[in-house]
């Protein structure tokens, strides 16, 4: 063999060495990529079911419910168009508090109540990632577009006390 011929040979498997790996890091990154979706998305069956996924917006005001075992939690994330309803065994961020920004990791479950796994608060949209800023901003300006009493609906949930 010739040494262009073997340049040549080295130069095609260290290009399929380097496809495969790149073609394994995606296929990981695939079943491993947590979306972010409002719940307007989620109420649209834009989000996965029976996957874990993220969901954000503000906490609505006059929502946040505890029970007497002092680590479940109940409340309502809104995007100003929907809300839902999320419940959260666990201890909250400090910076967690009605009307702030928040983000929940977990997964819907049936009745639409959002079981969270892992609960991330904002203190202000500046620390919002971008597209969940920009999400609550269009939803607001469609709000004030279309705005009639009873527009958005909510989702009561049962407390257990």
């Known amino acids: 063999m010739t040494p262009r011929k073997k340049r040549l040979m080295f130069i095609v498997a260290g290009l399929a060495l380097v496809g495969a790996a790149v073609g394994l890091v ?3 990154l695939k079943n491993n990529v947590s979306l972010y979706f409002t719940p307007t998305q989620v109420y649209n069956k834009e989000a996965p079911q029976g996957r874990s996924f993220r969901i954000g917006g503000l906490v609505e005001k006059g929502s946040l419910q505890r029970e007497k075992d002092g680590l479940t939690v109940h409340f309502m994330i809104t995007d100003t168009t929907r809300t839902m309803p999320v419940v959260y065994v666990g201890i909250l961020p400090d910076l967690f508090k009605e009307g702030k920004g928040v983000v929940a990791q977990g997964k819907l479950e049936d009745g639409n109540v959002f079981r969270a796994e892992e609960v991330l608060a904002k203190h ?11 999400a609550l901003k269009k939803a607001e300006a469609a709000k004030t577009a279309t705005a009639q009493p009873g527009n958005a609906p909510s989702v009561a949930y049962p407390v257990t006390k």
């Open 124 to 134: 202000d949209e500046n620390y919002m990632p971008p597209e969940a800023a920009d």
């Open 26 to 28: 995606l296929f990981a």
